[in-house]
């Protein structure tokens, strides 16, 4: 179904590179990307009213400079920063937001009105020294600090104060769904402060250590709220080594350890930010009949089906959460051993395994997490005829209030192997041809596991047995398991060259997910995503793409004149990320199941003209 959506977008440049002398030189850039996007979420069948324009604007500053102190010592300074602010202008923001889940279509105007504004500001300085005997060894130290301020804020509000949805529930039925929101005004800051060390060592001609240790004191604050929402104290060792086992570089067995935290986000503790509302949700069944989608009756239904009676459950954001002050920032511990070998003169195999282990990740835990009630039973579905167990919260102790917490039951494992052949350029001839293996399991919640560092954790996740017990939750993660990659390229006679990238990969798995209302599953905070078979159950064919480039160079007069021809996608294969993944989910306006078919098909076949004058 074709997409009625244009793009403008303008790119500006500035770069100054000055050598000061002949010890120090200084880099200035400023980069600014307006981009004007209109007509987003216009789609044949569906309401033009759904539709919205999102400008966007970024500025980003970047300086340098470098320093040669004396003949072993290097001081490097660096400052960067950016500005933005990304917008939707709605083309009805007086109606509220009505989907037809069982066609898949849309009408009045598109959900949510936002503004998204940022900024960020980072100075690094690093000094780099060479000592080539000391005890007995050749060192590389290098000391740096960092400082950091930013801060992110965003609006958000519903168009025509609220949303609703519609399904066909069967036996001449529908079930409604709609909330109710007032929406949020949120700003939150960072200010993080940061120093390491680092010494690359070699004893002899063949032992190589590296040891660094690295401190960060994150802290974060926000509009309206009085003192420091967390604060953080952070080191993060690593050491690793290498031994060349014949002393000429030919054959190299390498080792390491290191423990890399990720950086606290602003977006993360957004919930614990001053500025949000409740939510309101509200369902009812009623008897399937005709629906009129004017306008005028669009904000009547949200009316009709926000009554007190049809009060389903409130989800409260508007008390932030408190935030654990034993809180430990997520992180991951790396296991890294590897093996380099030079094949012949011109050829080089690398061989690594890597062992990741995700710690620490974030929850929500109510005050009554301990005390709710389950009642475990089997429940059918009407579309695929699967029978799964589900549990039911018995009780009505509520869940408002929210404490951000780690998790101990969410974990998240990866083994990685990764077998790299490099031909060494020549004049005419480069190649690296790669081979890449991933096993990637956990429970995390979101579909790559990393849904938490944005905020979107699960609710009681350590005590709810929808997720402590399920054993559907534990399975492959954004899981690709196979990728071969061959890069090449070739200068022939008469200045004409050519270049190749062929990508041959597995697709991601996936299971099949719905939500749980369908199955009359409920929490005191509301609905939660259940799976009708086990997690990563499913996979799809492996896709494979070849893009190529040839180009020929014209000498003329001092100058050089390039004309390039690309192929992109050369086999128009169906190549894509995602899959519906709804038993019920259908292609718009058709209404045909999209259900375990391609729902984000990359580019097709496309050729390009290109021309470069270098003068």
């Given at each position: ?7 403008q977008?303008?790119?500006?440049y ?10 120090n030189?200084v880099?200035l ?23 919205y324009?999102?400008?966007m604007q ?9 320093s ?26 007086d109606?509220?937001?009505y ?5 898949n ?12 504004y ?11 020294h ?18 950091e ?9 519903y ?17 409604w ?5 007032a ?8 200010n ?23 401190y ?23 050491v ?10 030919k054959?190299?067995f390498h ?7 990720n ?5 993360t ?6 500025g949000s ?17 004017s ?22 954001q ?22 380099e070998k ?40 009407p ?18 209030a929210?404490?951000?917490t780690?998790?101990k ?13 490099k ?15 991933q096993?990637?399991k ?7 596991g990393e849904?938490?560092m944005?905020?979107q ?6 005590t ?45 798995k996936?299971e099949?997910?719905?939500n ?20 990563g ?15 020929k ?22 190549y ?5 993944i ?27 003209v ?6």
């Open positions: 179904s074709p997409f009625y959506e244009s793009n977008k303008q790119q500006y500035a770069k100054l590179d000055w050598l000061v002398n002949n010890r030189s880099t850039l400023w980069n600014g990307n307006p981009v004007s996007i209109k007509n987003r979420h216009v789609l044949e069948g569906w309401q033009d009213s759904t539709g324009d999102f400008p970024m500025n980003t500053l970047f300086a340098s400079w470098n040669t102190l004396t003949a072993n010592s290097v001081l490097y300074v660096k400052f960067a920063g950016y500005k933005d602010n990304i917008t939707k202008h709605m083309y009805a923001p109606v509220p937001m989907y037809d889940v069982t066609n279509v849309y009408y009045g105007g598109f959900y949510e009105q936002m503004r998204d940022s900024q960020r500001r980072q100075v690094n300085a690093a000094l780099t060479y000592a080539d005997n000391f005890l007995k060894s050749s060192h590389e130290f290098k000391v740096g600090v960092e400082y301020k930013s801060q992110a804020g965003e609006w958000r509000q168009s025509g104060g609220g949303y609703f949805d519609s399904y066909d529930y069967g036996e001449g039925t529908t079930l769904y709609a909330i109710q929101w929406g949020r005004d949120n700003l939150g800051k960072l993080r402060s940061c120093a390491y060390a680092q010494d690359n060592i070699q004893v002899g001609k063949k032992l190589f250590f590296n040891i660094g240790l690295r960060e004191n994150p802290k974060l604050t926000a509009r309206y709220f009085s003192g420091t929402l967390a604060d953080f104290n952070i080191f993060s060792p690593r690793g080594f290498s031994y060349d086992l014949s002393g000429d570089a054959s190299v080792a390491s350890y290191g423990r890399y935290f950086k606290p986000l602003i977006g503790f957004y919930r614990a930010t001053p509302n409740n939510y309101y949700n509200y369902e009812t069944v009623l008897p399937t009949a005709p629906f009129d989608t306008p005028d009756n669009l904000k009547a239904m949200l009316a009709y089906l926000t009554q007190p009676q049809f009060l389903a459950f409130v989800q409260t508007g008390t932030p959460v408190a935030i654990d002050p034993n809180l430990k920032v997520n992180n991951t511990d790396t296991f890294n051993i590897g093996f030079q094949l012949g003169a011109n050829f080089a195999l690398a061989i690594d395994y890597i062992y990741k282990r995700d710690r620490d990740r974030y929850q929500y835990t109510s005050s009554n997490a301990a005390n709710h009630v389950y009642t475990e039973r089997q429940w059918t579905d579309w695929l005829n699967n029978t799964i167990t589900v549990w039911d919260q018995t009780d009505d102790l509520s869940d408002d929210l404490t951000l780690n998790s039951l969410e974990k998240k494992i990866h083994h990685l192997i990764m077998v790299v052949l031909k060494q350029p020549s004049r005419h001839w480069a190649m690296t041809l790669s081979y890449f293996y096993n990637s956990g429970n995390t919640p979101g579909l790559d849904a938490d944005f905020g954790c699960y609710i009681n996740f350590d709810d047995p929808e997720f402590s017990q399920n054993s559907y939750m534990y399975g492959p993660v954004w899981n690709r398991a196979h990728q071969i990659k061959l890069l090449t390229s070739y200068l022939g006679p008469w200045g004409l060259s050519l270049s190749a990238d062929l990508r041959i990969m597995s697709a991601l996936w099949t997910q719905f749980s209302r369908f199955a009359d599953v409920a929490r005191s905070y509301g609905r939660i995503t259940l799976f009708l078979d086990p997690r159950s499913h996979q799809p064919a492996a896709s494979y793409t070849l893009n190529l480039r040839a180009a160079l014209f000498k003329i007069k001092g100058s050089q004149l390039e004309l390039q021809l690309d192929m992109f996608n050369l086999f128009n294969s169906d894509y990320y995602r899959v519906g709804s038993p019920f989910g259908v292609y718009s306006p058709s209404g045909i199941s999209n259900y375990g078919k391609p729902t984000s098909l990359f580019p097709p076949r496309t050729s390009r290109g021309l470069t004058w270098r003068f």
